[in-house]
């Protein structure tokens, strides 16, 4: 098991780096325009990037799909854990679509146009008055699958996911936040 969260914890290594750095780049992009003025680049700069972004979010879940074998090959599980980690494997494969779009925009665009308290509200409010306490209700109290559980724990991305598209969409985010000295 150990070797089957080394391959994996890899991939999604692997995944973190290529959200956070589309993020970082979608911030770069998207404040140099604001920056100048150009609100029209500025939004066709985050669309590219929120495209990007979820075109690299369904490669991070196919790539989690495609090393199932390879996971297999490495390690010798019981049926019961290879069930487990065959469940895991796809949720993670969908939480990857939903984690990239998010990370583009709430960690990239929107505090480059000046919106970054969307940010933490967001997270903090699906955090900390959802996910943990349903988490912590399906573990102790109602005693759920492991399965299910995994999938309570990944929810976060995907309640997060409407919220975040749906701010992106009002465009609320595009600010010019330099000041003329002059």
Same mark, same amino acid.
């Given at each position: 098991? @150990?070797? =089957? $969260?080394?391959? *994996?914890? *890899? *991939? #999604? !290594?692997?995944?973190? @780096?290529?959200?956070?750095?589309?993020?970082?780049?979608?911030?770069?992009? @998207?404040?140099?325009?604001?920056?100048?003025?150009?609100?029209?680049?500025? %939004?066709? =700069? &985050?669309?590219?990037?929120?495209?990007?972004?979820? /075109?690299?979010? *369904?490669?991070?879940?196919?790539?989690?799909?495609?090393?199932?074998?390879?996971?297999?090959?490495?390690? !010798?599980? !019981?049926?019961?854990?290879?069930?487990?980690?065959? &469940?895991?494997?796809?949720?993670? =494969?969908?939480?990857?679509? =939903?984690?990239?779009?998010?990370?583009?925009t709430i960690a990239g665009i929107f505090p480059a146009?000046?919106?970054?308290?969307?940010?933490l509200w967001c997270d903090t409010v699906v955090m900390?008055?959802?996910?943990?306490?349903?988490?912590?209700?399906?573990?102790?109290?109602?005693q759920v699958s492991p399965i299910f559980l995994y /999938?309570? /724990?990944?929810?976060?991305?995907?309640? #997060?996911?409407? /919220?975040?598209?749906?701010?992106? %969409?009002?465009? #609320?985010?595009? $600010?010019?936040?330099? %000041?003329?000295?002059?």
């Open positions: 098991m @150990v070797a =089957a $969260n080394s391959i *994996v914890s *890899v *991939v #999604k !290594n692997l995944a973190v @780096v290529l959200c956070g750095g589309i993020a970082t780049g979608g911030s770069v992009l @998207v404040g140099k325009y604001l920056g100048q003025g150009e609100m029209e680049k500025a %939004r066709y =700069a &985050g669309n590219n990037m929120c495209y990007y972004a979820l /075109i690299f979010g *369904v490669i991070a879940g196919c790539t989690i799909l495609l090393i199932r074998p390879l996971v297999y090959s490495i390690v !010798n599980l !019981n049926p019961a854990a290879q069930g487990y980690l065959d &469940g895991m494997l796809y949720i993670s =494969a969908y939480y990857w679509i =939903a984690k990239s779009f998010n990370s583009t146009g000046g919106d970054s308290k969307f940010g900390w008055f959802i996910i943990l306490p349903l988490s912590y209700l399906c573990a102790f109290f109602w /999938i309570v /724990i990944s929810l976060d991305e995907l309640i #997060k996911l409407p /919220i975040a598209f749906t701010r992106y %969409r009002q465009f #609320k985010w595009l $600010n010019n936040l330099t %000041r003329n000295f002059t």
